[in-house]
């Protein structure tokens, strides 16, 4: 079956980058996904990317997929203490509804 | 806008006693999805509904859980017989259609649920 797996815990000092890793593995996922829950809020979708593309950038956020390893990377550019969340990682196969996720990486900036 | 809104946002309840949880999505949105948050665990996909049809309910944990949609809006999960292991977060999601990169779930807030 599907499993997402990434780290629990980050910690990184504000002006730094941040890199959140995540690995799957289901080779049929079509769409990634990460998303981000600040404390007391609901997920909020912060960027996707399809399977068959390797990198994706979005002001400050950089998403790199290594398709063979099944490994997914955020980067977050000039951490900020508002960044301070946790970050999901998310795949799902183009043929199903469902969403799997991961267990969440809880990142900590430090001013 | 409104959001997706959920019902209530804390349940405290004993065990052996049922439970229903809220969940109003955006206006207009036709999918609407259940998932659980246990401490610990990343989120657990429970079920979709695309309009008021629920083609998917195979992430159900028992059949103590059940969830219904009525007129393609609002929606209710339903657990009888709570027991400790259904202490966790729900989360409501809706999106515009079935789930793909341009149509983005929009989370709710979820309901705590704490049974005692």
């Known amino acids: 079956g599907e499993d997402v797996e990434q780290s629990l815990f980050l910690s990184v000092r504000e002006g730094d980058s941040s890199v959140i890793n995540c690995t799957y593995t289901?080779?049929?996922?079509?769409?990634l996904y990460w998303y981000k829950q600040e404390p007391g809020a609901g997920l909020q979708l912060l960027t996707y990317i399809f399977s068959n593309m390797d990198m994706k950038q979005d002001q400050r956020l950089t998403v790199l997929l290594n398709k063979k390893d099944k490994h997914l990377s955020l980067r977050i550019a000039d951490t900020q203490t508002g960044d301070s969340a946790i970050y999901f990682c998310?795949?799902?196969?183009?043929?199903?509804?469902?969403?799997?996720f991961g267990i969440g990486t809880k990142l900590q900036v430090i001013p | 806008g409104a959001g997706v809104s959920q019902s209530p946002s804390n349940k405290v309840t004993e065990k052996g006693k049922d439970v229903e949880l809220r969940c109003d999505p955006i206006s207009g949105h036709t999918a609407l999805y259940w998932y659980r948050q246990s401490l610990g665990q990343g989120l657990e996909f429970l079920i979709y509904?695309?309009?008021?049809?629920?083609?998917?309910k195979s992430g159900l944990p028992s059949d103590r859980f059940s969830a219904e949609r009525t007129g393609g809006s609002v929606s209710t999960l339903t657990i009888q017989r709570t027991q400790q292991e259904d202490s966790a977060v729900y989360l409501c999601?809706?999106?515009?259609?079935?789930?793909?990169?341009?149509?983005?779930?929009?989370f709710g807030p979820g309901t705590r649920l704490t049974v005692t």
């Open positions: 998310a795949e799902k196969h183009g043929g199903y509804q469902k969403v799997t």
């Open positions: 999601a809706s999106s515009l259609g079935l789930v793909t990169p341009s149509y983005e779930q929009y």
């Open positions: 509904f695309q309009g008021n049809s629920a083609p998917d």
């Open positions: 289901d080779s049929s996922s079509t769409y």
